[in-house]
């Protein structure tokens, strides 16, 4: 479930119920620091590389303002939070994948250019 950190405000993807913190950064530091400046939207979901990809293939097919198309930005920033351990990315990256799957679902795409050309083939040894 997507929860907001009490610390610093960040949207994360909570393993319990229970959670509070999007990381170990956060939990130790809510003894007493202040939180940092939150960032802005723009700025959160241009942090990686993978966020630019996930929102440049949701753009090509029109599916970026979607439910599921943010949904695929979140967990593509959240992936790159250098506080997420691997256990946590792993899970994070499997989660990336079935929103996609689900975001792109009737969308055609490379497989069908290869479905395309096995159609070509096919016509072109039965003239």
Not at 33 to 54: F, I, M, N
Not at 68 to 86: H, I, K, T, V, Y
Request: proline share 5%; glycine share 8%; net charge positive.
């Amino acid at each position: 479930m997507m929860r907001s950190c009490d610390f610093c405000g960040t949207a994360y993807l909570a393993k319990r119920s229970t959670s509070r913190f999007c990381g170990d950064r956060c939990r130790r530091r809510n003894k007493g620091a202040p939180p940092p400046p939150k960032p802005t939207r723009e700025q959160s979901l241009t942090a990686t590389g993978l966020v630019d990809a996930v929102r440049a293939e949701l753009d090509g097919v029109g599916k970026l303002d979607s439910m599921l198309g943010q949904q695929a930005l979140m967990l593509a920033q959240a992936l790159g939070d250098p506080d997420e351990s691997a256990s946590g990315a792993a899970a994070l990256s499997r989660e990336l994948r079935a929103v996609m799957a689900v975001a792109l679902r009737g969308v055609r795409g490379a497989a069908d250019q290869v479905d395309e050309l096995r159609r070509r083939r096919d016509r072109k040894c039965r003239q």
